[in-house]
């Protein structure tokens, strides 16, 4: 399976179980891995036939901007869901980031890998 990789989107939004993080926007980087199959897309040279990074990711920034979620594991599902709504995405890794939130650490966060599996009722 190919792979289409999302590095270090940032977004600003509200993210945590504090009051001053509910109240003020801060940076959440997100990292994304799409397995899907881009062999056609390669061969024809068409966008049309694979699943376009630009789009799922003004779609994933907007959620995380707008959601305002207690939890970065809540995020990472969000944004999993998201993805593996799009035609094409097989499954998903989320990396979802707050840097700066524990002392002496560049960022903490989770990261999950999801299939349309894990979401079927």
Avoid at 65 to 71: D, Q
Wanted: hydrophobic residues 40%.
């Amino acid at each position: 399976m190919d792979k289409i990789i999302i590095k270090n989107l940032i977004a600003r939004g509200i993210i945590g179980i504090n009051d001053w993080e509910r109240e003020k926007k801060q940076e959440i980087r997100i990292n994304i891995v799409v397995h899907t199959d881009t062999k056609q897309a390669g061969l024809e040279d068409d966008l049309n036939l694979s699943v376009n990074y630009r789009t799922l990711s003004k779609k994933v920034q907007l959620h995380a901007e707008t959601v305002g979620r207690l939890t970065v594991e809540a995020l990472a599902e969000d944004i999993a869901k998201l993805c593996l709504e799009e035609n094409g995405v097989e499954k998903i890794q989320v990396t979802v980031e707050k840097p700066g939130a524990v002392r002496f650490a560049e960022s903490v966060g989770v990261e999950i890998k999801r299939s349309k599996d894990d979401y079927q009722s």
